[in-house]
C-alpha cells in the first residue's frame, strides 16, 4: 500500500509500505476512507523534533474494517469506523474513567509499541490499530459520502474544540471567549454554541476563518490579538472578561491572551498542544482565582454523545475542511496549512 | 488604643496607635474580641517585602460593632461581626459573582486606600472596618465565649481550607489529599470531610498535626513528602493518584508534590500564596488533564453557609488555635509560629 511518511523539516512523502496484517489478537486492520492533516502534524512538519529515521504521519481517519484478531469482539469486517486521536485499551482505570489519553496501554499512530513495533499513521491506505476494540468507535450502518467530512471531524478537531469547551465550562448564560481561529478553535466556538453559551466570541483576523466562526455561531468576532485582542474583548463586555476562555493555540502569547481575556473567577479551558514555550502565570491565577483545565482531548468518551448528533445531522464542523486532495497529494496539503492556505486538509484515498 | 505593627524581619511590636473613628460613611468600628496569625502575616514577619515605614498588621478577627457611619445598613452597634480578610464591597460584578478578592474597591487591612489612608490591621483592640456593608457578617445574636475560636477560623482558615476543598472537587465518592499540615491544610482535611470525601488523606510528618488531622477526620497519614509522599500515595491507592490534590502551601516543592499526586483527569485545589516560586508543569497537566484551580479565598459569600454550621456546632475548626496568648504578646505570637511550636496562635484581648 501507500501512506505518507515524514522524512525531515517540511519534507513528507507518499510512498510504498508494507500492507498492514493483524499481528495481535486486539488488533483490526482498517481501509481509510477519509483522512485530513492535523494543526499538531504541523509541529512535526516544521521540524520542531526531527526523527531519527522516517516514521508514518496522520491520526486523524474513518474508515472500514478489514479485518479483526481473534481477541476482538466489538467491531466485524464492513464496520464504518471513527479512530480516536490516540490509541487506548477502554480497560483500565484512566479509561473507565473518561481519560482514555492517560491509558495505561496508550499508544500513538505513527510511533511505536512497548514491544518496538513501528505504529501505522492515520495519512494512508490502510491502518494497522492495535487495541481496536477499545480505540475505534463504528457507526450503526455504512454513511452517505456526504457525512463523511462531519465524522472524520470526530476522530480530533471537533472533539479537542468540545474538549475545550467542556473544559472551560460553556454552557447556558456563559459568555465564552476562543483564542485561535485555527480548525480547532473553529471547533471550539460550535462546540460552545452547542453546548447552549449565551455569547460566543472569536478572535480572529483571517475574513475566512472570521466567516466560518459566524456560520458556527460566534456573536461577535474581535480582529485584534494579545493584550490589543483582550483589552478589546473587556471594552465588549463593560470592563468584565468572558466567563470562559478556550485556548486552542498552545503558545507563550495566546495562553497570555487567554488569560488576559478571562474574568475573576472563570476558567481558561486549554486544548493547545504547549509546544511554544506557553506558560502558566501563578500569580494572576491566584490573585484572579483562575482556574486552569483542559489539555490533551480524551475523544473515545465523547464521541457516543457527538456521534448521535452527527448522524442526526444536527452537529457538522466539515467546514473546516476547506481543501479536499487526493491522499497521493498529502505533501501539498502539508505545504496549504503550513502557508495557511488552507485551514484544515481533507485526504481522499 | 494599642495594635500590633511590623517594623521588619522577626520585629512584629505592640505599641499605641491612634484610636479608630469612622472617616467615611460606609465605615465601621470594631472592637476586636479574638485575633489571630496567618501563615502568611509569616511571609511579612520573614521580611520577604521589607517595608518602607513600620505598618499595622494581622487580617483575621472577630468583635463587636462599635459605630457604623451614616451609609451603613446592615450593621449595628452591638452586632457581634466576623470579618473576612479581605475587604470588599459586595456591589460590583465580581463581588456579584462570588469572587470578592477581586472587588472593583478591593481593600486589605493593614494597606492603604486609594486615598492613601492607612489601614487598621486586625491584631489590635479596635479596628476601622471599609464598606462594612460588603465585607462584614454579623451573627444572629452574641456568641458564647467558648464559640469564639470556631467562629474566629471563619475569618481565613477556615473557609480557605473550604475554597482548596471546593476548587478541587472534593465531594461524595471522591478521594482527596492535602498537601501541607499548617491550619490551612488541617482545615482542608475538615472541609473535605464536611463535603462527603470519601477517603481524605493528610500529608503530615509531626505527631501533632497528625492528631489534629485524623481529629478532624483524614482517613489516612503519609509522613512522607515530596516525591518520596507522591509514591507512597499512589501506593495507597493501589497505583493511582487521587481525584483532588489540595495543595495548602504554595512553595515549587509542595505544588509539584500536589501535580505528582494527582491522577490524570483529576484537579488541584490550591490556596497556599504563591510566594516560593511555585510554578505549573504545563506540559504535565496537558497530557494527563490534569486542572488547577483555586486561589486567595474570596471568604465572604461561603460565611452564610459555614457559619450555620459552626452556630450549630456541627463545624469546629479550633482545635488549630494550640496556643493562646494576650494580645499583647503578639510578638511572642509569631515567633512560636515561626519557631513551629505553634500551628495557628490565638489572641486574646
Given at each position: 500500500?501507500?501512506?505518507?511518511?515524514?522524512?525531515?523539516?517540511?519534507?513528507?512523502?507518499?510512498?510504498?509500505?508494507?500492507?498492514?496484517?493483524?499481528?495481535?489478537?486486539?488488533?483490526?486492520?482498517?481501509?481509510?476512507?477519509?483522512?485530513?492533516?492535523?494543526?499538531s502534524d504541523l509541529w512535526t512538519?516544521?521540524?520542531?523534533?526531527?526523527?531519527?529515521?522516517?516514521?508514518?504521519?496522520?491520526?486523524?481517519?474513518?474508515?472500514?474494517?478489514?479485518?479483526?484478531?481473534?481477541?476482538?469482539?466489538?467491531?466485524?469486517?464492513?464496520?464504518?469506523?471513527?479512530?480516536?486521536?490516540?490509541?487506548?485499551?477502554?480497560?483500565?482505570?484512566?479509561?473507565?474513567?473518561?481519560?482514555?489519553?492517560?491509558?495505561?496501554?496508550?499508544?500513538?499512530?505513527?510511533?511505536?509499541?512497548?514491544?518496538?513495533?513501528?505504529?501505522?499513521?492515520?495519512?494512508?491506505?490502510?491502518?494497522?490499530?492495535?487495541?481496536?476494540?477499545?480505540?475505534?468507535?463504528?457507526?450503526?450502518?455504512?454513511?452517505?459520502?456526504?457525512?463523511?467530512?462531519?465524522?472524520?471531524?470526530l476522530s480530533d478537531v471537533l472533539?479537542?474544540?468540545?474538549?475545550?469547551?467542556?473544559?472551560?465550562?460553556?454552557?447556558?448564560?456563559?459568555?465564552?471567549?476562543?483564542?485561535?481561529?485555527?480548525?480547532?478553535?473553529?471547533?471550539?466556538?460550535?462546540?460552545?454554541?452547542?453546548?447552549?453559551?449565551?455569547?460566543?466570541?472569536?478572535?480572529?483576523?483571517?475574513?475566512?476563518?472570521?466567516?466560518?466562526?459566524?456560520?458556527?455561531?460566534?456573536?461577535?468576532?474581535?480582529?485584534?490579538?494579545?493584550?490589543?485582542?483582550?483589552?478589546?474583548?473587556?471594552?465588549?463586555?463593560?470592563?468584565?472578561?468572558?466567563?470562559?476562555?478556550?485556548?486552542?493555540?498552545?503558545?507563550?502569547?495566546?495562553?497570555?491572551?487567554?488569560?488576559?481575556?478571562?474574568?475573576?473567577?472563570?476558567?481558561?479551558?486549554?486544548?493547545?498542544?504547549?509546544?511554544?514555550?506557553?506558560?502558566?502565570?501563578?500569580?494572576?491565577?491566584?490573585?484572579?482565582?483562575?482556574?486552569?483545565?483542559?489539555?490533551?482531548?480524551?475523544?473515545?468518551?465523547?464521541?457516543?454523545?457527538?456521534?448521535?448528533?452527527?448522524?442526526?445531522g444536527t452537529l457538522d464542523a466539515?467546514?473546516?475542511?476547506?481543501?479536499?486532495?487526493?491522499?497521493?497529494?498529502?505533501?501539498?496539503?502539508?505545504?496549504?496549512?503550513?502557508?495557511?492556505?488552507?485551514?484544515?486538509?481533507?485526504?481522499?484515498?
Open positions: 500500500m501507500h501512506a505518507a511518511m515524514w522524512y525531515g523539516t517540511r519534507d513528507v512523502r507518499w510512498e510504498e509500505r508494507p500492507d498492514p496484517a493483524i499481528q495481535l489478537p486486539t488488533d483490526a486492520v482498517v481501509r481509510v476512507v477519509a483522512a485530513c492533516v492535523c494543526g512538519y516544521r521540524g520542531a523534533r526531527p526523527p531519527a529515521d522516517p516514521h508514518p504521519i496522520g491520526h486523524e481517519f474513518v474508515g472500514v474494517v478489514e479485518e479483526t484478531g481473534a481477541a476482538v469482539s466489538t467491531l466485524n469486517a464492513g464496520d464504518f469506523v471513527i479512530s480516536p486521536f490516540s490509541i487506548s485499551d477502554g480497560t483500565c482505570a484512566h479509561c473507565r474513567r473518561g481519560v482514555t489519553t492517560s491509558c495505561a496501554q496508550l499508544q500513538w499512530y505513527g510511533g511505536r509499541d512497548r514491544d518496538g513495533r513501528v505504529l501505522d499513521g492515520g495519512q494512508g491506505r490502510y491502518v494497522r490499530v492495535p487495541l481496536a476494540d477499545g480505540t475505534l468507535v463504528a457507526t450503526p450502518g455504512l454513511p452517505d459520502t456526504g457525512q463523511i467530512p462531519a465524522l472524520l471531524a472533539v479537542t474544540g468540545h474538549h475545550a469547551a467542556v473544559s472551560g465550562g460553556a454552557g447556558p448564560g456563559r459568555t465564552v471567549a476562543v483564542v485561535g481561529d485555527g480548525a480547532v478553535g473553529l471547533c471550539a466556538v460550535l462546540a460552545s454554541v452547542r453546548l447552549g453559551a449565551e455569547r460566543v466570541i472569536a478572535f480572529s483576523s483571517h475574513a475566512d476563518r472570521q466567516e466560518v466562526a459566524t456560520r458556527f455561531g460566534a456573536t461577535d468576532i474581535i480582529a485584534a490579538r494579545g493584550d490589543e485582542g483582550a483589552a478589546a474583548l473587556h471594552d465588549l463586555l463593560a470592563g468584565e472578561g468572558a466567563d470562559a476562555v478556550l485556548e486552542c493555540v498552545g503558545n507563550k502569547q495566546s495562553m497570555a491572551q487567554a488569560v488576559a481575556s478571562v474574568r475573576p473567577g472563570g476558567t481558561v479551558g486549554y486544548v493547545g498542544v504547549p509546544l511554544g514555550g506557553a506558560e502558566l502565570p501563578i500569580q494572576k491565577m491566584f490573585d484572579d482565582n483562575i482556574a486552569v483545565a483542559g489539555g490533551v482531548a480524551p475523544v473515545r468518551p465523547y464521541l457516543p454523545e457527538l456521534l448521535a448528533d452527527v448522524l442526526a466539515s467546514a473546516v475542511f476547506d481543501l479536499h486532495l487526493p491522499m497521493e497529494e498529502v505533501a501539498q496539503a502539508y505545504a496549504a496549512m503550513d502557508e495557511r492556505r488552507s485551514i484544515k486538509t481533507l485526504l481522499w484515498p
